[in-house]
């Protein structure tokens, strides 16, 4: 069963950029679909990025043109490169893949 582990949240000011990496413990080429959710206070899970294994993206509204997805097969890896931060941005960050349960998230908080 592979899991996934997401690092690299923090706390930055409003206009600043963070990198977000999930590690598979396993191989996920394979993987059809990998996307990164999140999660705020109160709110429900929602989409934020996905990709799929012929590289192709998609971007819910709100972070259209700040968060770039990508996966790196060969080192089992996928990030979200976020720019442009804004306080709504704040949230638990998960990646998720079809079958493969939930991890722990990593902590993005926007705030001056």
């Known amino acids: 069963q592979v899991q996934l582990v997401e690092s690299g949240g923090g706390l930055v000011q409003p206009g600043g950029s963070l990198r977000l990496s999930c590690a598979a413990s396993?191989?996920?080429?394979?993987?059809?679909?990998m996307g990164w959710y999140r999660q705020a206070p109160g709110k429900q899970r929602e989409l934020v990025a996905a990709i799929n294994s012929g590289g192709s993206t998609n971007y819910a509204d709100s972070v259209k043109g700040r968060f770039t997805i990508a996966r790196d097969n060969a080192k089992n890896t996928v990030f979200l490169q976020m720019s442009s931060l804004k306080p709504e941005d704040t949230a638990v960050y998960y990646c998720?893949?079809?079958?493969?349960?939930w991890g722990q998230g990593t902590q993005v908080t926007v705030s001056s």
């Open positions: 396993g191989s996920i080429s394979s993987i059809a679909v």
């Open positions: 998720k893949a079809p079958g493969i349960v």
